[in-house]
């Protein structure tokens, strides 16, 4: 089943509701879902495909070197949630969302895992509809951007088993993920991802944490 047009999303969106698990004395981030249905971007027309990130190794990042949506923590002068997802997409890959695109709505957030495990930070997914074609660029925090078609994702043509090994037990886990084109997609963004089918599809919300 193809990801519904723009508008069907939102209203289904809209309807969604938020996770009554998120913890707001937590810290709280947020990423952007920029998705591309027109082509002009990504390169296919009529084919949904959504901006993802490679991120730059850095030993003080837990997700150093994977793949991730644009995002990050919130800041105090951040308007809401929406807002960091917005700034963080420019900081980390030089896109302009407020003039490029048009907001659609937000997943449930789900609490972030690093090395295994949960950690103190609560993410919100927000879904936009790029209306202009963009340009997107590396930074400090991002060596890659590129663009993930969404039907191929779905379809189970990508699908991977990650071999994850879990520092604290030495020991290896097999996580479902994506592989496109020589780069692996999994955990947190996987996850996300894979709400979003769900919930474009009209089906019930998927659990919001799975630590495995």
Avoid: C
């Avoid at 998705?35 to 837990?62: C, F, N, Y």
């Avoid at 993410?123 to 660029?137: K, N, R």
């Avoid at 071999?163 to 084109?181: A, C, D, G, K, Q």
């Amino acid at each position: 089943m193809p990801l519904p047009p723009p508008s069907h999303l939102q209203e289904l969106l809209a309807a969604t509701p938020p996770n009554p698990d998120r913890d707001p004395s937590m810290a709280q981030a947020a990423v952007a879902m920029a998705i591309d249905w027109t082509g002009l971007t990504s390169g296919e027309r009529g084919a949904p495909a959504v901006l993802l990130m490679q991120r730059a190794k850095h030993p003080s990042d837990p997700w150093s070197g994977q793949v991730s949506l644009p995002g990050g923590r919130a800041e105090d002068f951040d308007r809401d949630l929406r807002a960091t997802s917005v700034r963080e997409a420019y900081e980390e890959v030089g896109i302009e969302l407020e003039s490029s695109a048009r907001h659609l709505g937000q997943l449930p957030a789900r609490r972030a895992m690093a090395h295994g495990g949960y950690v103190d930070l609560w993410i919100t997914p927000h879904v936009f509809e790029l209306t202009s074609a963009i340009a997107p660029t590396t930074s400090r925090e991002a060596r890659e951007a590129f663009w993930l078609p969404l039907a191929l994702a779905r379809s189970g043509a990508l699908d991977h088993k990650f071999r994850y090994l879990r520092p604290e037990t030495n020991s290896t886990i097999t996580l479902p993920s994506w592989r496109f084109e020589e780069r692996v997609i999994w955990g947190l963004t996987f996850r996300m991802l894979s709400a979003l089918f769900v919930h474009a599809s009209g089906a019930p919300p998927p659990p919001s944490n799975d630590l495995p």
